[in-house]
Protein backbone atom coordinates (compact mmCIF):
# COMPACT_ATOMS: atom_id res chain seq x y z
CA UNK A 1 0.00 0.00 0.00
CA UNK A 2 1.17 3.53 -0.96
CA UNK A 3 1.97 5.73 2.12
CA UNK A 4 2.90 9.21 1.90
CA UNK A 5 3.59 10.86 5.33
CA UNK A 6 4.05 15.01 5.21
CA UNK A 7 5.84 16.45 8.63
CA UNK A 8 7.46 19.46 9.68
CA UNK A 9 4.62 21.68 9.47
CA UNK A 10 4.58 24.47 12.34
CA UNK A 11 4.18 28.48 12.77
CA UNK A 12 6.30 30.72 11.80
CA UNK A 13 6.87 34.22 11.99
CA UNK A 14 6.86 36.45 8.41
CA UNK A 15 10.28 35.94 6.86
CA UNK A 16 11.31 32.95 8.70
CA UNK A 17 11.79 29.39 6.88
CA UNK A 18 10.43 25.81 7.10
CA UNK A 19 11.60 22.50 5.66
CA UNK A 20 8.65 19.70 5.01
CA UNK A 21 9.59 15.99 4.53
CA UNK A 22 7.58 13.62 3.06
CA UNK A 23 7.71 10.20 4.28
CA UNK A 24 7.06 7.62 1.05
CA UNK A 25 6.55 3.65 1.70
CA UNK A 26 4.54 1.22 -0.38
CA UNK A 27 6.38 2.20 -3.93
CA UNK A 28 9.63 2.72 -5.84
CA UNK A 29 9.86 5.48 -4.92
CA UNK A 30 13.39 6.25 -6.96
CA UNK A 31 11.37 5.60 -10.39
CA UNK A 32 8.48 8.24 -9.94
CA UNK A 33 8.27 11.89 -9.93
CA UNK A 34 6.92 13.71 -6.69
CA UNK A 35 4.74 16.75 -6.47
CA UNK A 36 3.64 19.46 -3.32
CA UNK A 37 0.37 21.22 -3.54
CA UNK A 38 -1.13 23.58 -1.09
CA UNK A 39 -4.24 24.30 0.11
CA UNK A 40 -4.81 28.01 1.61
CA UNK A 41 -7.52 27.43 4.41
CA UNK A 42 -11.08 27.34 3.18
CA UNK A 43 -9.73 27.86 -0.54
CA UNK A 44 -8.54 26.07 -3.93
CA UNK A 45 -6.00 23.99 -4.57
CA UNK A 46 -2.58 25.21 -5.90
CA UNK A 47 0.21 23.40 -7.00
CA UNK A 48 3.98 24.13 -6.03
CA UNK A 49 6.33 22.19 -7.51
CA UNK A 50 7.47 19.02 -9.01
CA UNK A 51 10.88 16.96 -9.17
CA UNK A 52 11.25 14.62 -11.63
CA UNK A 53 12.24 10.96 -10.38
CA UNK A 54 15.98 11.41 -11.84
CA UNK A 55 16.55 14.68 -9.72
CA UNK A 56 17.04 16.55 -12.93
CA UNK A 57 13.83 18.57 -14.20
CA UNK A 58 12.25 20.33 -11.25
CA UNK A 59 9.77 22.98 -11.55
CA UNK A 60 8.14 25.78 -9.37
CA UNK A 61 5.13 27.90 -9.21
CA UNK A 62 5.68 31.66 -9.77
CA UNK A 63 4.53 32.55 -6.62
CA UNK A 64 7.51 30.34 -4.82
CA UNK A 65 10.23 30.58 -7.24
CA UNK A 66 13.18 31.94 -5.70
CA UNK A 67 11.73 30.96 -2.12
CA UNK A 68 10.90 26.94 -2.34
CA UNK A 69 13.73 24.63 -2.94
CA UNK A 70 12.13 20.85 -3.71
CA UNK A 71 14.65 17.97 -3.26
CA UNK A 72 14.57 14.34 -2.81
CA UNK A 73 17.08 11.66 -1.12
CA UNK A 74 16.06 8.40 -3.08
CA UNK A 75 18.10 6.18 -0.57
CA UNK A 76 16.21 7.56 2.73
CA UNK A 77 12.30 7.75 0.43
CA UNK A 78 11.87 10.94 0.99
CA UNK A 79 10.80 14.24 -0.54
CA UNK A 80 11.42 17.81 0.92
CA UNK A 81 10.66 21.19 0.56
CA UNK A 82 13.01 24.15 1.81
CA UNK A 83 10.61 26.86 2.43
CA UNK A 84 12.07 30.26 2.87
CA UNK A 85 11.35 33.95 3.57
CA UNK A 86 7.89 32.94 4.16
CA UNK A 87 4.73 35.13 4.01
CA UNK A 88 1.18 35.42 5.51
CA UNK A 89 0.08 34.44 1.84
CA UNK A 90 2.17 30.69 2.39
CA UNK A 91 -0.42 29.51 5.22
CA UNK A 92 -1.61 26.49 4.34
CA UNK A 93 -1.99 22.72 4.15
CA UNK A 94 0.87 21.19 2.29
CA UNK A 95 0.73 17.49 0.59
CA UNK A 96 3.21 16.00 -1.30
CA UNK A 97 1.41 13.63 -4.13
CA UNK A 98 3.24 10.94 -6.05
CA UNK A 99 2.49 11.20 -9.94
CA UNK A 100 1.31 8.45 -11.78
CA UNK A 101 3.18 7.27 -14.31
CA UNK A 102 6.41 5.50 -14.35
CA UNK A 103 9.80 7.42 -14.78
CA UNK A 104 7.49 10.81 -16.67
CA UNK A 105 6.09 13.51 -14.80
CA UNK A 106 2.65 13.95 -15.30
CA UNK A 107 -0.92 16.12 -14.16
CA UNK A 108 -2.02 12.42 -12.56
CA UNK A 109 -1.12 12.05 -8.75
CA UNK A 110 -2.71 9.23 -7.86
CA UNK A 111 -1.63 9.10 -4.05
CA UNK A 112 -1.84 11.84 -1.66
CA UNK A 113 -0.57 12.38 2.06
CA UNK A 114 -2.80 13.65 4.35
CA UNK A 115 -0.79 17.03 4.60
CA UNK A 116 1.10 19.16 6.91
CA UNK A 117 -0.20 22.70 7.98
CA UNK A 118 2.27 25.35 7.46
CA UNK A 119 0.79 28.94 9.76
CA UNK A 120 2.32 32.02 9.05
CA UNK A 121 1.78 34.54 11.33
CA UNK B 1 0.17 31.53 -14.57
CA UNK B 2 -3.94 31.70 -13.70
CA UNK B 3 -5.72 29.11 -12.51
CA UNK B 4 -8.43 27.32 -14.99
CA UNK B 5 -11.56 28.78 -14.10
CA UNK B 6 -14.09 26.36 -13.29
CA UNK B 7 -17.51 27.68 -12.16
CA UNK B 8 -17.85 28.03 -8.21
CA UNK B 9 -20.97 25.58 -7.97
CA UNK B 10 -23.02 22.76 -9.68
CA UNK B 11 -25.94 21.09 -8.16
CA UNK B 12 -28.27 18.43 -9.09
CA UNK B 13 -30.33 15.74 -7.77
CA UNK B 14 -29.89 12.32 -7.42
CA UNK B 15 -29.33 10.44 -10.39
CA UNK B 16 -28.99 13.30 -12.70
CA UNK B 17 -25.95 14.35 -14.25
CA UNK B 18 -23.91 17.19 -13.74
CA UNK B 19 -21.00 18.70 -15.61
CA UNK B 20 -18.18 21.28 -15.07
CA UNK B 21 -16.22 23.07 -17.02
CA UNK B 22 -12.66 23.70 -16.74
CA UNK B 23 -11.38 26.90 -19.12
CA UNK B 24 -7.69 27.23 -20.10
CA UNK B 25 -5.79 29.04 -22.69
CA UNK B 26 -3.78 27.75 -25.41
CA UNK B 27 -0.58 27.52 -23.11
CA UNK B 28 -2.37 24.72 -20.86
CA UNK B 29 -5.33 23.00 -21.36
CA UNK B 30 -5.81 23.68 -25.56
CA UNK B 31 -1.94 22.27 -25.93
CA UNK B 32 -1.66 19.54 -23.95
CA UNK B 33 -4.02 15.95 -22.99
CA UNK B 34 -2.59 16.02 -19.89
CA UNK B 35 -5.57 17.57 -17.85
CA UNK B 36 -7.11 16.05 -14.50
CA UNK B 37 -9.56 15.97 -12.60
CA UNK B 38 -9.92 15.52 -8.66
CA UNK B 39 -12.17 15.08 -5.97
CA UNK B 40 -12.07 16.46 -2.41
CA UNK B 41 -14.23 15.61 0.29
CA UNK B 42 -14.14 18.15 3.21
CA UNK B 43 -11.06 17.84 5.13
CA UNK B 44 -9.99 15.11 3.46
CA UNK B 45 -6.70 14.91 0.99
CA UNK B 46 -8.05 15.03 -2.72
CA UNK B 47 -8.53 11.79 -4.79
CA UNK B 48 -7.66 11.66 -8.60
CA UNK B 49 -10.72 11.02 -10.60
CA UNK B 50 -9.82 11.56 -14.23
CA UNK B 51 -6.16 11.62 -16.03
CA UNK B 52 -5.30 11.80 -19.30
CA UNK B 53 -8.61 13.98 -19.67
CA UNK B 54 -10.64 11.18 -20.28
CA UNK B 55 -9.00 8.11 -18.34
CA UNK B 56 -10.17 6.63 -15.15
CA UNK B 57 -8.11 5.19 -12.34
CA UNK B 58 -8.54 1.48 -10.98
CA UNK B 59 -11.62 1.75 -8.99
CA UNK B 60 -13.00 5.30 -10.27
CA UNK B 61 -16.96 4.43 -11.56
CA UNK B 62 -17.62 5.09 -15.47
CA UNK B 63 -20.45 7.38 -13.85
CA UNK B 64 -17.60 9.84 -13.77
CA UNK B 65 -16.05 10.68 -17.79
CA UNK B 66 -14.28 13.75 -18.97
CA UNK B 67 -13.86 15.15 -22.20
CA UNK B 68 -12.07 18.54 -23.77
CA UNK B 69 -12.35 20.78 -26.73
CA UNK B 70 -10.22 23.56 -27.52
CA UNK B 71 -9.32 24.68 -24.32
CA UNK B 72 -11.91 23.98 -22.14
CA UNK B 73 -11.95 20.53 -20.36
CA UNK B 74 -15.18 19.08 -18.90
CA UNK B 75 -15.95 16.33 -16.24
CA UNK B 76 -19.45 14.67 -15.88
CA UNK B 77 -21.20 12.86 -13.26
CA UNK B 78 -23.66 11.13 -14.46
CA UNK B 79 -25.92 9.61 -11.98
CA UNK B 80 -25.79 11.33 -8.74
CA UNK B 81 -25.18 9.98 -5.92
CA UNK B 82 -24.52 11.77 -2.17
CA UNK B 83 -21.39 10.00 -1.83
CA UNK B 84 -20.25 12.39 -5.04
CA UNK B 85 -21.06 15.81 -3.36
CA UNK B 86 -17.73 17.44 -2.37
CA UNK B 87 -14.78 20.09 -4.31
CA UNK B 88 -14.04 19.31 -7.92
CA UNK B 89 -10.84 20.45 -8.97
CA UNK B 90 -8.78 20.18 -12.80
CA UNK B 91 -5.30 20.57 -13.13
CA UNK B 92 -3.41 20.39 -16.37
CA UNK B 93 0.19 20.98 -17.30
CA UNK B 94 1.03 24.39 -18.08
CA UNK B 95 3.96 23.69 -20.04
CA UNK B 96 6.48 26.30 -19.87
CA UNK B 97 9.49 25.82 -16.80
CA UNK B 98 7.72 22.44 -16.14
CA UNK B 99 4.86 23.70 -14.26
CA UNK B 100 1.20 22.53 -13.38
CA UNK B 101 -1.52 24.95 -13.02
CA UNK B 102 -5.09 23.82 -11.44
CA UNK B 103 -8.53 24.91 -11.61
CA UNK B 104 -10.32 27.20 -9.14
CA UNK B 105 -12.70 24.26 -8.02
CA UNK B 106 -16.24 23.56 -8.22
CA UNK B 107 -18.59 22.81 -5.11
CA UNK B 108 -21.19 20.06 -6.33
CA UNK B 109 -24.11 19.79 -4.19
CA UNK B 110 -26.74 17.02 -4.59
CA UNK B 111 -29.82 18.19 -3.77
Known amino acids: EVQLVESGGGLVQPGGSLRLSCAASGFSFEDYAMHWVRQAPGKGLEWVSR????????GYAVSVKGRFTISRDNAKNSLYLQMDSLGPEDTGVYYC???????????????WGQGTLVTVS | QSALTQPPSASGSPGQSVTISCTGT?????????VSWYQQHPGKAPKLIIY???KRPSGVPDRLSGSKSGNTASLTVSGLQADDEADYYC???????????FGTGTKVTVL
Open chain 2, 52 to 54: AVN
Open chain 1, 97 to 111: AKDMDLRWTTAAWDS
Open chain 1, 51 to 58: IDWDHVRK
Open chain 2, 91 to 101: SSYAGSNNRYV
Open chain 2, 26 to 34: SDDVGDYND
